[in-house]
Every structure is written in structure tokens, then in C-alpha cells.
């Protein structure tokens, strides 16, 4: 009995052992994805070298609109995953922040002016982050997560512009009162932050084009 | 009986085999310009906090136990470390921009009030790293502070 008791033990450290390995092998994958957006960074400043005197022609180019589709892919993962946190459901918000990640990772910024690429890079850092964490996390964490989500993806749009029309939303409840904003395709307050506990909290602040 | 005996030998094998793969040791002298102490103006009751609490896995120096030598804590350390420090690395912390930085400081603070961090399994035996009430309190209304500075 006494050596099946040391077994179990020796068999307990080495699942452990497994699972330290194994954590690790997930650590090397996001690691290299890493890598790949700091190389997409470093092409960015080369062309930027070159074109500086345009990067005032650039900008009125995106500000007419043509530049307005590179964030629809994003904002279409950031409603996506709003409406899985309107409806409480964690699951679907993680697969959500998942699909997200990716679409930011795709987002690219080279069409920008120097100035707004550097700005747009530290945006789309911080939102993967929160991305990725979304994926992983219960729904408290998710929603804290997806608040400071929603102001990267605000700013983001405010440089890139939104092909289809969006209301800012304000919930002066949220974070222990010190509010938090969203994006919503309807002007209908469905609220990302209390779902089905406190759905109409919130007002609309202003429409995006 | 006999099945058990030989996978009780095979594990033991394997145990004593693992205790030869190296590991990655974090240990560094250097303290870096982008240091967090070094950046904000921190009290030193605040910082000898969050350095004891904290850099051990957020920093890129540990302060290793006796049983970080013994495999498998040794990976299981190392997976820590190597997580914490992706997460967020003090010593280089004034290489993130204002707008990680907020984030950053959101977390701390949000971390520390749920009690998530430090993790529980390092304060199990780190017990000076474990935070009192009033510690959590002087810390979170210090980190809140800078937070609003920024």
C-alpha cells in the first residue's frame, strides 16, 4: 500500500512537471507572434523614411475616407464581443476576443502617416493585450478588460475613421462609478457592462461616421 | 502490483533524469534607467513593498529559493517568472507608452484589490510577500494616484 502511496506521489510531480512544460509551449506560440508585429513595425518606419513629404497628402487621403474599411474588420470582432458581454456570455465573448486579436494583429498600418502609425502601433499593442486577456478570463475580467478595449478602439477610430456608422455609448456606473464607454451599431442602450442585470444603464454620447 | 512497481521505478528514473535539464536562471545586477523606482518618484515604504511582493516575477532579478534548484519547482518557477515578466517587467517600465502604462496601472490596482496578486501559491511560502489590509491600502492609493498623474 505504502509504495502505491509513492507512486501516486511520483505520478503527481510528473503530471505537474507536464503541465509547467506545456504552459510554456503556449508561451513560444504567442512569443512569435510578438515577433511578427515587430518586424511589420520596422517596414512601417523604412517607407515612413522615405516618405515624409507626402505624409500630409496621405492624411487627407485617409480623412476623405478610403482608409475607413482597414478598421472593419476590427470593429466588427469589437461588436461581436460587446454583444457576447450584453448577453452575459462569457464563452462567446472569449472566442470573441480571440477572433479580435487576430484582426489587430492583421491591422495594417503602413498606409498612415508617421505620426499616426506610431500612435495606431501603441493602440493596437495595448488593445491585443486586452484581447487576449478577454480570451482567457471569467466575465468580471473580461468586462474590465473590454473597458479599456473600448477606449483604444475609440481612439483607433478616431485616426482611422469607421465605414459604418457607430454610437458611442456612457455608463457613468461602471468601475465604481468612475463610468466607462462602448461602441454600439444601434442606438438602443444595451448595456456590455452589467448585461441582463442593469440593461438599459447608459446613454448615448455621440454618433461615429 | 507488479505494473505499479515498474511505473513507480520508471517515474522515479524519470524524476531523478529531469533533475539535469538546466534552467533558465533570472538574475541581473543591473538595474535599468527605465525602472520603475527609477522613473517615478516612489516612498520608500511603497517600494520596498512592491519590490518585495512583486519583482521577483515582475523584474528581471529573483530572489530564488533554496528549492528553485529541484526539478520540477525549478520549471514550474521558471514558467512563472517567464509569464510575470511578459505581463508586465518593472525594470522596464518607461519603455512602455502613456497609454500601456494607464493600462498597466489599471491592472495593478485591480489585481491587488481581488487579492490575484501576488498569487497565493508564492505567498504560501513567501510570507513577507503576502500584503496586509493596510499595505494593500497604501499601495493601491499610491498607484491610483500616479495613475491619474499620467
Known amino acids: 500500500m505504502k509504495k502505491v502511496r509513492v507512486s501516486t506521489g511520483i505520478l503527481a510531480m510528473a503530471v505537474i512537471a507536464l503541465g509547467a512544460t506545456s504552459c510554456k509551449d503556449t508561451k513560444k506560440e504567442g512569443s512569435s507572434a510578438d515577433g511578427v508585429q515587430s518586424e511589420h513595425m520596422d517596414d512601417n518606419g523604412h517607407m515612413g523614411d522615405g516618405m515624409e513629404d507626402h505624409s500630409q497628402m496621405d492624411q487627407d487621403n485617409i480623412n476623405q475616407g478610403g482608409m475607413a474599411m482597414m478598421s472593419s474588420e476590427v470593429v466588427a470582432d469589437y461588436l461581436t464581443l460587446k454583444n457576447a458581454l450584453v448577453s452575459d456570455d462569457k464563452d462567446g465573448a472569449a472566442t470573441a476576443g480571440e477572433k479580435l486579436e487576430g484582426s489587430l494583429k492583421d491591422f495594417d498600418t503602413s498606409k498612415f502617416s508617421d505620426e499616426q502609425q506610431a500612435e495606431l502601433t501603441d493602440i493596437i499593442e495595448d488593445a491585443t493585450e486586452h484581447a487576449e486577456h478577454i480570451a482567457k478570463s471569467d466575465i468580471g475580467h473580461q468586462r474590465e478588460h473590454f473597458d479599456i478595449l473600448s477606449k483604444d478602439v475609440i481612439d483607433l477610430l478616431a485616426i482611422t475613421g469607421s465605414e459604418r456608422t457607430l454610437y458611442q455609448a456612457y455608463c457613468p456606473m461602471y468601475n465604481n462609478n468612475k463610468g466607462a464607454q462602448w461602441l454600439s451599431a444601434t442606438e438602443e442602450i444595451k448595456n456590455p457592462y452589467y448585461g441582463s442585470k442593469m440593461m438599459t444603464c447608459g446613454s448615448v454620447q455621440k454618433q461615429i461616421n | ?150
Not at chain 2, 87 to 111: A, H, M, V
Request: include cysteine; charged fraction near 30%.
Open chain 2, 1 to 150: 502490483m507488479n505494473a505499479v512497481k515498474t511505473t513507480g521505478w520508471i517515474l522515479l528514473v524519470a524524476l531523478v533524469g529531469i533533475q539535469f535539464v538546466p534552467t533558465e536562471r533570472n538574475k541581473s545586477d543591473v538595474v535599468p534607467k527605465t525602472d520603475f523606482m527609477v522613473v517615478n518618484e516612489v516612498p520608500k515604504n511603497i517600494e520596498n513593498i512592491i519590490k518585495t511582493s512583486c519583482y521577483d516575477c515582475h523584474s528581471n532579478n529573483t530572489d530564488y529559493p533554496w528549492y528553485n534548484r529541484v526539478q520540477p519547482v525549478a520549471w514550474f518557477l521558471e514558467g512563472h517568472i517567464e509569464n510575470g515578466k511578459e505581463e508586465l517587467n518593472f525594470n522596464e517600465w518607461d519603455t512602455y507608452s502613456g497609454r500601456k502604462k494607464k493600462s498597466k496601472l489599471r491592472s495593478i490596482i485591480s489585481q491587488i484589490k481581488d487579492d490575484e496578486m501576488p498569487l497565493a501559491s508564492y505567498t504560501l511560502i513567501h510570507r513577507d510577500a503576502k500584503l496586509s489590509d493596510t499595505e494593500k491600502k497604501t499601495v493601491l492609493d499610491w498607484v491610483s494616484k500616479l495613475k491619474d498623474s499620467l
